[in-house]
């Protein structure tokens, strides 16, 4: 399993994964989640800390289930992360919502 603080779609992975009710709820659930960030990401915190509990924690639930790819494609190599690389990475990341916008 890879966590990366990058995207990870379903799309292209299988024949017919497109139409899935797995990727569709993924889009729709993401989509929902657009309409409700605000644009400018200094406005990002306070919307954040205005969430209920419950709400934190399904935006948090959108945004890992966006990073984990357990899609393993025949023919390649898994590269183990170093903490120092992923640290940099999520550093990076944190101007920007995951996938989000």
């Known amino acids: 399993m890879e966590i990366v603080p990058k ?7 299988a024949p017919g994964i497109d139409e899935s009710v797995a990727e569709k709820q993924i889009g729709e659930r993401h989509a ?5 960030l605000p644009d400018e990401a200094e406005s990002l915190w ?6 209920s509990d419950a709400e934190r924690l399904e935006l948090l ?7 984990v790819n357990a899609v393993r494609v025949r023919g390649t190599v898994e ?15 944190a101007t920007t919502p995951c996938g989000i916008r």
């Open 7 to 13: 995207c990870a779609t379903l799309s292209g992975n």
């Open 32 to 36: 929902a989640w657009c309409k409700r």
């Open 46 to 51: 306070t919307f954040i800390h205005e969430l």
């Open 61 to 67: 639930a959108h945004c890992v289930s966006l990073t």
């Open 79 to 93: 590269v183990v992360q170093s903490p120092r690389r992923i640290e940099k990475s999520l550093e990076k990341s």
